[in-house]
């Protein structure tokens, strides 16, 4: 036993002596390690208060109740921004209720019924393509396919005078829906597979159709990252304005749109013009406007956060 | 219960935006209702933003809509018939002329005001006072590049310091007319001078640096007068006088192009182009920091309108 024992110490020993030099060097790395991962949060973090703390000190000079009841004017006291936040809110209502189905839909077609071919795979990597093109294109697509109203080929789709959509909330809001598919479509897909297949096979088990189960199982269970998903997405819309300037937001509109088919502007549009205006005043007014869009973009990303949560809590029960 | 969830959450994002909706449409003042579509250049776009928000509030039945697609941009939508009224920097091209007679848009053009670009120095400098059209074309000519690079190049009477050249980027309409007019080819221009579509970070260049100069409409040097100076053109400042007389060189027209098809039919466009050249409405040329036609012109203008409608 003794010889036993003091044979395995000095094994102890001649091991722990080749590693005894590097021990506080190996502490070292992991706090260095620590610390960039903690210097990397704050830098995002940093950023924001900075950029929050510039905004704040010229954006709210014309925070009042005038600045969300007036339209646009030359006048920069009297200005306000009320058909931009009127044409955003109907943009995204719309690009909201087309996104979702196409977007949920095409995902669950790849996840649950497509069969696993060259074909699917084809559509799975130009999807991902898809989401990497520029805002931009989007932008002239739209403005074929929606305002025009052709694709490209042959003769426009006509009803009476009036070809597509025109320059409207509608061509609009198409056209930022086709920005976003692909995001709402790989953020469904990826909330879809992690729903266990155990789940799936337990439904088939006790008899359910296909339908029966992705109905009731598969999107239920998917549906808070789904939801994530798509309100990210949202949000990327919303601050969008290279493609609705393309499709032809106006600049200067004195009312709010009544139907699908009037002309708009839109938030951020609204701020490139006061922006790029000679007089200070007007700069503090686009200071105003950007952060009526950050709190609207807060509350779109703290609504998300909620309905994860809430979802996922009935989802687990 | 997670179907509820998902109706609350879209019932509530309809409610936000129909509490917003809650339209105020008052009693109307005036019977005149419709759409009058604009577009066109940005130069033109304060005034006509101005006009039509008087407008507007005069008529609230009417639907004005002003979009900033620049000069050919604009008249590409006004040819096709998209718009009634379209912005203009610049006379309208021959190849446009061509495009509208082809869709059979016929157009009155009525000059609206006059734009005098403003050549300007830091408030600091001393020596950059007066230049010629000539001593302009060697500063920004295509030629200079990489060769007129001191000040003591340009007059032997200058320092011999770096030249900090600013102007607007190569899509602006104001570059085109600068280039046409200094070095006699529209679009010609030394490449190594800092460009920007944004004048203001143009003026904050030439606030930054005592031997810089550039160049942009004068309702950007009248917003900051506190850091940068003139440089006169020919011996001329631009005021509201010299640009209007066309003394100063440097003054380019600003047009709007209206639709004879639209005056005819439409009897809101009429009455609005009525109100853009009356008094009180061309007044707007002014307090947007341009300068006015001539008072005959005007009228001239005035009697173009009334005859196109008979």
Same mark, same amino acid.
């Given at each position: ?131 990497? /093109? ?45 920005? =976003?598919?692909? /995001? /709402? =479509? ?8 992690? /729903? ?122 | ?17 129909? $509490? ?16 009058? $579509? ?104 295509? $030629? ?77 040097? $009248? ?88």
């Amino acid at each position: 036993m003794s010889d036993l024992s003091g044979s395995s110490r000095t094994d102890i020993k001649s091991q722990s002596s080749m590693f005894k030099t590097s021990l506080a060097l190996r502490h070292f790395r992991g706090r260095v390690f620590y610390g960039v991962c903690l210097a990397g949060s704050l830098v995002g973090i940093l950023l924001l208060i900075v950029l929050m703390n510039d905004i704040r000190q010229d954006g709210f000079e014309y925070f009042s109740r005038h600045f969300f009841t007036n339209y646009p004017s030359r006048k920069p006291e009297i200005a306000g921004f009320r058909g931009a936040i009127m044409g955003t809110l109907w943009v995204m209502t719309i690009v909201a209720a087309t996104a979702f189905p196409i977007g949920v839909g095409a995902a669950l077609y790849l996840e649950e019924y497509a069969k696993k071919n060259r074909l699917t795979s084809l559509i799975q990597t130009n999807i991902s393509n898809l989401a990497g /093109v520029p805002s931009i294109v989007f932008g002239i697509l739209g403005l074929q396919l929606f305002v025009r109203g052709t694709i490209g080929y042959g003769p426009a789709i006509c009803i009476g005078e009036s070809c597509g959509f025109g320059r409207s909330v509608m061509s609009g809001a198409l056209t930022l829906t086709l920005l =976003i598919l692909p /995001v /709402v =479509i790989v953020a469904s897909q990826e909330a879809i597979k992690s /729903v266990p297949p155990s789940i799936r096979e337990a439904s088939y088990g006790v008899g359910a159709t296909r339908w029966q189960t992705v109905s009731s199982h598969v999107l239920p269970q998917a549906m808070p990252g789904i939801m994530t998903g798509m309100i990210l997405a949202l949000s990327r819309a919303i601050g969008e304005t290279a493609p609705i300037i393309m499709i032809g937001a106006l600049t200067f509109v004195a009312f709010s749109p009544e139907t699908p088919l009037d002309p708009f502007t839109a938030m951020p549009i609204q701020v490139l013009n006061w922006v790029s205006r000679p007089q200070a005043e007007f700069h503090d007014l686009a200071a105003t406007g950007i952060v009526v869009l950050l709190i609207t973009l807060l509350t779109m990303n703290t609504l998300a956060v909620v309905l994860r949560i809430k979802l996922g809590r009935e989802s687990a029960r | 219960m997670l179907r509820d969830s998902i109706i609350l959450y879209l019932v509530v994002f309809f409610m936000l935006s129909m $509490a917003a909706c809650g339209s105020s449409s008052d009693s109307s003042v005036s019977n005149l209702s419709g759409a009058i $579509a604009i577009d066109g250049s940005s130069t033109v776009y304060p005034v006509t933003e101005a006009v039509a928000e008087e407008f507007q509030i005069a008529n609230p039945d009417t639907r004005v809509t002003v979009g900033v697609s620049g000069t050919g941009g604009g008249f590409t939508k006004f040819c096709v018939s998209d718009t009634d009224i379209s912005g203009a920097s610049r006379p309208i091209k021959d190849n446009e002329r061509e495009l509208c007679a082809e869709n059979g848009v016929e157009f009155i053009e009525l000059r609206v005001g006059l734009d005098g670009l403003a050549v300007v120095k830091n408030k600091d400098n001393n020596y950059l006072n007066d230049l010629s059209m000539d001593q302009l074309a060697k500063v920004w000519g295509p $030629a200079s590049e990489d060769s007129v690079m001191k000040w003591s190049q340009v007059d032997s009477s200058f320092p011999a310091e770096d030249i900090d050249l600013y102007g607007p980027g190569t899509d602006s309409g104001t570059f085109d007319f600068f280039t046409e007019e200094v070095n006699g080819e529209g679009g010609a221009s030394r490449g190594d001078y800092t460009p920007s579509e944004d004048d203001n970070v143009l003026v904050t260049g030439i606030a930054g640096n005592e031997h810089s100069m550039g160049y942009f409409g004068y309702a950007y040097y $009248a917003e900051n007068m506190d850091t940068l100076g003139i440089i006169k053109v020919n011996g001329v400042t631009p005021s509201n006088e010299t640009v209007s007389n066309g003394s100063y060189a440097l003054s380019r027209p600003l047009y709007i192009y209206v639709s004879i098809n639209s005056l005819q039919k439409k009897e809101q466009v009429l009455e609005f182009v009525r109100y853009y050249l009356s008094d009180e409405g061309i007044a707007m040329v002014i307090e947007v920091g341009y300068s006015n036609v001539p008072v005959d012109e005007l009228e001239a203008s005035r009697r173009t309108v009334e005859e196109s409608v008979q």
